[in-house]
């Protein structure tokens, strides 16, 4: 009787729709779907979740397309300060900060709005901050060939200040170096040079 159970309760999983079950979430929270300020949550929570985590649903061949330009120029090129958001995939809590990105151009440059967008393609998703941040550079590195990508992340995570920890200002800095920004400290250290005199803490 209780594997008959378990198959409807399965049955009922697959067939039901997202408000469903946030609904069915609110009320194993101890909740009541149904009263006046929780009547619309999971229609709300449905088009939050949706945004949050539109970037499955993006292209990096789309979002740079017409935007990768040949130009001669092979000095150093930096946007900084990029303000993301993201999930924790661990507890579904977000985190939040800014990315710092450089790159030497090999003959192509990237639309300078492009790089933001490219953030976002993987910020919206569920993510750990360090995964998030060799996909950002690995993903440049594959559309323009460039002498090497730098990419430091400095994010606040929600999942140490409220729960666990409990640690109210920490932050996470990680790092991904590919090409002469792996292999060359000078020009290593004059991206971290740059970066730090935008406010970073680095």
């Known amino acids: 009787m209780a594997g008959t159970s378990a198959t409807i309760d399965s049955v009922l999983l697959e067939t039901a729709s997202t408000q469903e079950l946030y609904r069915e979430l609110l009320r194993r929270m101890g909740e009541d779907p149904d009263r006046d300020g929780l009547l619309r949550t999971p229609e709300r929570m449905e088009k939050s979740i949706a ?3 539109k970037g499955y649903a993006m292209d990096v061949t789309k979002v740079l397309h017409d935007a990768l330009f040949d130009v001669d120029y092979d000095e ?6 990029i303000e993301f958001f993201s999930q924790c995939e661990h507890h579904l809590l977000p985190f939040f900060g800014k990315a710092h990105i450089a790159y030497i151009p090999n003959g192509k440059v990237i639309g300078l709005s492009k790089i933001p967008r490219l953030v976002d393609v993987f910020s919206r998703r569920l993510q750990v901050q360090e995964r998030l941040t060799r996909q950002v550079g690995e993903a440049i590195q594959e559309a323009i ?3 090497g990508v730098a990419v430091i992340l400095e994010a606040q995570h ?6 666990g920890v409990e640690k109210q200002h920490s932050s996470t800095v990680t790092s991904a170096m590919l090409g002469v920004f792996k292999t060359q400290l000078q020009t290593r250290n004059e991206f971290l040079s740059l970066v730090r ?3 970073s803490e680095l």
């Open 51 to 53: 945004f949050l985590t």
């Open 76 to 81: 150093m090129v930096i946007v900084k300060d």
């Open 145 to 147: 060939n460039p002498q």
């Open 158 to 163: 929600l999942c140490m200040m409220m729960r």
């Open 197 to 199: 005199r935008s406010g």
